[in-house]
């Protein structure tokens, strides 16, 4: 599991590492593991030319000292300050001292400047951006703008110290310009905005670097990315015993007489979920039976289609009468509940607030803006408060699709509220030791998806899928997770380019591949 941390409880993890560690240890094994990534993106250190950005932060200090080891080594280092007067005088010092030398930035003053920027980066073998640090926030200042701008322009490679300048460690959000990275360096833990888009596309190929915070960290952060382990272990494996019913039943209340491509694609998903067998209940019957003769079908509503342990309802449903009582007849069940498409459109929030059974909600960007009444692009970028949100406003398990699928459960009630971490709440007061915290979970991030699933029925496979794991006893969180990440490999083994078929083909190979 790939576990991120809000910036103060990293920022309170190194405070209490360094109280234990020599006068600017802690800088030093971060620049460290820093410069040995350089170098072996480099490939050849001596002779390369090597551009840090550097600025008045400890990630400045990062740049310095890490520079200081490549110019030992033979590389041509030139720091590029941003603010001369505040920069870290013990890595300036390191660096001068190695061979390294300082000029300034656009904008800056000081003395004994060799030459202006741009032909640096011209030159540039690498560029090393420790601008700003995990706790900015807000845009960049006009100055590293400008520097941004010239490093885009000439297309050197990129190394980000920590997270790239410009994106929200936090949140994910980018809030003006920022400077993509070809790959990130991180030190201790990663950040939210490592692993959660828009700022994750920025980071490129991001790197760990341990540097002993590991002791100091909470169980429990803001984001967490499960690993192949960690969906291989939540996965329903038939026992000696089993049976389809003890597997798990799952039933389908999808399509309608325009949309009966939608009743196929979500049994595709469910038949690969791991259930031992799958109900039909509508109008597309014929057309199912005619694909999957395996599925159990009816065409009449949910309500007389027989034993379930899990409905999923609302791709292709369609509008209208039949429509809303399909929805109706499922979400009045005692039994978990995965709503999609149609059925995010006319389901009526106060029936879902109220329902006791587990209730898993899967909208993209401009469902997800519709239920919140924000703007399309408001969710885009601002990703992880838009999940929180809807998880807050429907009580819902919340599987917010994308470039990167966040699943959000709701708030605790007996913890304190819109708590970022356990024990670190937004408001005033303080939470006890106990108290659980306001978000009942932390929120889940897949790694596994690409754009190749923005396909039309892909998400009917992934909500079939997700829905056969619930029904098999998998709580609506990890059945959302794990759903997602199955479903992003699929859409990698899947014959190129995919269509939603072919990504519900290649969740044989996806189950494969975790070892499920």
Sequence with gaps: MRTAYGVETVRAAERELMGRLPDGALMRRAAAGLAAACAGLLGRV????????????????????????????????TAVLLSPERAHEGGLADLRAAGGRAVAAPGAVVEGVAEPVPPLLERADLVVDGIVGIGARGGLRPVAVELADAVRAVGAPVVAV??????????????????????????????????????????????????GLGPYLPAAGVAESPQHADVAALLPRPGAESDKYRRGVVGIAAGSADYPGAAVLTVAGALRGGAGAVRYAGPAADAVIARYPETLVSGGSPRRAGRVQAWVVGPGLGAGH???????????????????????????????????????????????????????????????????????????????????????DPPNPSGPPYTTEPGEPDGGGEADEGDAPGWAGTVRVNATGSGWLATAGSGDVLSGLAGSLLASGLSARDAAAAGAHLHGLAGRFAAQPPGASDVADGLFAAWREVGG
């Design 46 to 77: 001596s002779g390369a030319r090597v551009v840090l950005l550097v600025g008045s932060g400890d990630n400045g200090g990062d740049a310095l000292f890490a520079g200081a080891r490549l110019a030992r080594r033979g590389a041509g280092v």
């Design 162 to 211: 920590d997270l790239p300048s410009g994106v929200d460690a936090d949140t994910g959000e980018v809030p003006g310009v920022a400077l993509p990275a070809d790959a990130t360096v991180t030190f201790g833990a990663y950040k939210p905005g490592l692993l959660i888009d828009p700022a994750r596309a920025y980071a490129g190929a991001v790197r760990l670097v341990d540097i």
């Design 322 to 408: 039949e429509a809303e009582r399909a929805l109706r007849e499922v979400l009045d069940t005692e039994l978990p509940v995965l709503v999609d498409a149609d059925g995010l459109r006319l389901m009526d929030l106060p029936r879902v607030r109220t329902r006791i059974a587990p209730t898993l909600l899967t909208p993209h960007a401009g469902e997800a803006a519709a239920l919140l009444g924000w703007a399309r692009e408001e969710v885009e970028g601002a990703r992880l408060a838009a999940v929180r949100e809807l998880a807050a406003r429907t009580g819902a398990t919340v599987l917010l699709k994308g470039s990167t699928t966040l699943v959000a």
